[in-house]
């Protein structure tokens, strides 16, 4: 757990954090979910499990609902995300030779995380931001108009 | 396409034929090329541009200036003003007050070009988005104090009846008859949800909505709540978009604390309050019943209708459900009455659409125009034309759910109805905007690569359904496809559309049924040929085979 202990926060406190925020209550399950998940990274087991006993709600619903949202992680991800708009308009407008070139320069398949832990490198349906395509996001930061020369200088940014 | 300095339209319904103006069309060509401006002025023959007693019709854009009656003697000299000296010519204007349909907006055209007609973005970008005093100045909670002081519930459903204002999220429901479906169910509690979980491909009119005039969503949420008897509502925005979500909290605290959010309004007996609930990444979440189901802390996977959310909804009570655009709407038609509203638009889709321009044109982004635009008149005057004097091949409509619109239907009016006649759809207001070097089987893969992902996998025609289209559409794309795929696409494309549960299923097969009816000898190039006309497709699987 990598990220978790670079975060400096125990999966205990973060799963504290957002009971208190948003209360015990079942209807506020998914906002709950998505603070463990900003601040972990992704949804240990073990936050799952205390989540369950305090929410009543059986693991197994919560785990259906975790995997269900694209914005929850089960796995653990790499130290940066890397989201890459694989929808028509980003498509269109170059996406195509972008998304090739990503897959070489991180040297990974969608869905992986590399070996040092560095990148994880998904695939997204939509950013919201179509007029700039094609679009990715690497953690909160968002690029568009991206070319495959773009791509270097952008990765080098992050350590 | 080249980008042109100005595009000139002779209107050809049967009147304006009959009234002369093919000849016209002749004259303004000879007079154009006279001039030498062939290559700054485009001339085109449309079909219908609305009813007119003054055919035949001549419009001249950027400007949108209408003339008419236009005889072919009258040619020489609209050239000579307009054309060449950039001067409008007075004497040939079409009374304007006499046009019906959607060039009656042009009547109301600002001061900026190209011609816009902004309704509910007409304070984005003018006012301080953060400011709530900025927006009061600038009308802001007008609307409100007059349903509140002047107007019983039932009154404000009556406009909006009047108004003719239909959905804005795709499917075009009448939003009063909406109003007052959940005002006529008798129960002690309802809920007005604001749909802003936008997640078509293409489609960001919401989110700029949501950023350039928060206040104005909050204040048609409370006069629905006024309308309908709920004292409760929920803003659903989706995860992705971070500076709404601060806008919208930052709004709702700004009202609260002015007592425009809380009990007894403006001291009224109406009291609402707002909840925002973030998505966390599920295009489905867009349906109405899987945004409920979401909001309860569930899986967003859609229910089973009827019993429809407006006697069923959140938590069981009558739920108003409205998408961003529509409620952004309610405020100025209140303040300005029905049959101002009406004045936008066509008489079967009143009011104006906000669309998003993207692809291979110049110039991207989003515009607000009048209900029955077309796609030629989008294009050259908004988008400035296509990328690279490309050729315009095909538009797609409405995000992922909406429809390929092929080049020969440009001058459709785009509104609910004309759509509706030609068989395609306008869904949620994208115009992704295609030109020749795009592959039919490549975009449509990469379409049901998007409803595969996001299938909610409920129920299995979707699931199975999507899926299988799109490995038909691979297999094809790597020139492994055969004759017999075109029926099972065809039927793949039918049984979405028949038997899905909800919307996302139903219209999945769209890009199917459009690539077949209107591309068809394409996709059999890639079967019979083997080859790939544009050469987007890799065909790898029949070259690894020699």
Same mark, same amino acid.
């Given at each position: ?159 | ?432 905007? %295609? ?9 449509? /893969?990469?379409? @049901? *690569?998007? +409803? $595969?992902? #996001? ?46 549960? %909800? ?9 199917? /049924?459009?690539? @077949? *009816?209107? +591309? $068809?000898? #394409? ?24």
């Amino acid at each position: 757990m990598t990220r978790v202990k670079e975060k400096g926060i125990t999966v205990k406190q973060a799963v504290k954090d957002a009971l208190e925020f948003y209360g015990e209550k079942s209807e506020e399950l998914v906002p709950i979910l998505l603070k463990v998940n900003k601040e972990l990274g992704f949804l240990p087991n073990e936050a799952l499990k205390t989540i369950s006993v305090k929410l009543r709600v059986p693991q197994s619903q919560l785990y259906s609902v975790a995997t269900f949202y694209k914005m929850l992680f089960t796995k653990e991800m790499g130290r940066h995300v890397v989201k890459f708009c694989e929808s028509a308009p980003c498509h269109v407008a170059g996406g195509r030779q972008v998304w090739s070139a990503l897959k070489d320069e991180l040297k990974l398949q969608p869905g992986a995380t590399s070996p040092d832990g560095k990148w994880t490198l998904i695939t997204v349906s939509c950013l919201g931001i179509c007029a700039l395509g094609p679009v990715m996001m690497v953690d909160e930061d968002v690029y568009g108009n991206l070319t495959a020369e773009s791509l270097p200088s952008i990765f080098a940014r992050y350590k | 396409m080249k980008a042109y300095r100005s595009m000139v339209l002779v209107s050809s319904d049967p009147l304006s034929i009959k009234l002369g103006a093919q000849d016209v069309y002749q004259r303004l060509q000879e007079e154009i090329k006279s001039h030498q401006l062939e290559n700054e002025i485009s001339l085109s023959m449309v079909a219908d541009i609305g009813h007119s007693d003054s055919s035949p019709l001549v419009i001249v854009y950027p400007e949108a200036v209408i003339y008419g009656p236009v005889k072919p003697a009258d040619v020489k000299f609209l050239v000579e003003e307009h054309l060449k000296k950039g001067q409008i010519a007075t004497s040939l204007l079409a009374p304007v007050k006499e046009l019906s349909g959607h060039i009656s907006w042009l009547n109301a055209r600002a001061g900026s070009l190209p011609a816009e007609q902004r309704i509910v973005l007409e304070h984005a970008g003018i006012i301080d988005p953060t400011s709530i005093e900025d927006t009061i100045v600038h009308d802001g909670y007008s609307a409100l104090r007059k349903v509140l002081t002047d107007m019983k519930p039932e009154d404000v459903v009556a406009v909006l009846e009047k108004s003719g204002l239909r959905g804005r999220g795709g499917a075009g429901f009448p939003t009063g008859t909406k109003w007052k479906f959940v005002a006529k169910t008798q129960s002690n509690k309802k809920y007005v949800v604001c749909n802003a979980d936008e997640s078509e491909p293409g489609t960001f009119k919401d989110r700029l909505i949501l950023e350039g005039d928060p206040h104005s969503v909050l204040e048609a949420m409370i006069i629905a709540g006024y309308a309908v008897g709920a004292d409760e509502g929920y803003l659903y925005i989706r995860g992705e978009y971070n500076l709404a979500q601060e806008r919208i909290h930052q709004a709702i605290a700004q009202a609260e604390q002015k007592g425009i959010l809380g009990k007894n309004i403006f001291g009224s007996k109406h009291s609402f309050q707002i909840q925002v609930h973030t998505g966390a990444g599920a295009y489905i979440c867009g349906e109405e019943t899987a945004l409920i189901e979401s909001i309860e802390g569930k899986r967003g996977e859609p229910r089973s209708r009827p019993p429809y959310p407006t006697t069923h909804g959140l938590y069981g009570k009558p739920t108003l459900v409205n998408n961003v655009e529509t409620l952004a709407n309610i405020a100025p038609i209140i303040r300005n009455s029905a049959d101002w509203y009406r004045k936008f638009g066509t008489p079967s889709s009143p009011g104006t659409k906000v669309f998003t321009i993207i692809g291979n044109v110049n110039e991207t982004g989003v515009i607000e125009v009048p209900m029955g635009i077309t796609l030629r008149e989008v294009l050259t005057i908004y988008g400035k034309g296509m990328k690279d004097g490309a050729t315009f091949k095909m538009a797609q409509t409405g995000g992922s759910s909406g429809s390929l619109i092929p080049a020969v239907l440009q001058d459709t009016p785009m509104d609910f109805d004309s759509y509706a006649k030609a068989g395609v759809s306008m869904g949620s207001g994208a115009l992704l905007i %295609c030109d020749q070097e795009t592959c039919v089987v490549d975009l449509a /893969k990469v379409l @049901l *690569n998007f +409803f $595969r992902n #996001e299938s909610c996998s409920k129920c299995s025609p979707c699931r199975i359904g999507t899926q299988r289209a799109y490995q038909i559409l691979d297999n094809i794309s790597e020139g492994l496809g055969s004759l017999k795929d075109l029926d099972d696409l065809q039927m793949f494309s039918n049984y979405l559309y028949e038997m899905s549960n %909800c919307g996302l299923g139903q219209t999945a097969g769209s890009p199917l /049924k459009d690539i @077949l *009816n209107y +591309f $068809r000898s #394409e996709v059999e190039a890639h079967i019979k040929l083997k080859v790939c006309p544009t050469g987007v497709c890799r065909m790898s699987g029949h070259t690894s085979i020699n």
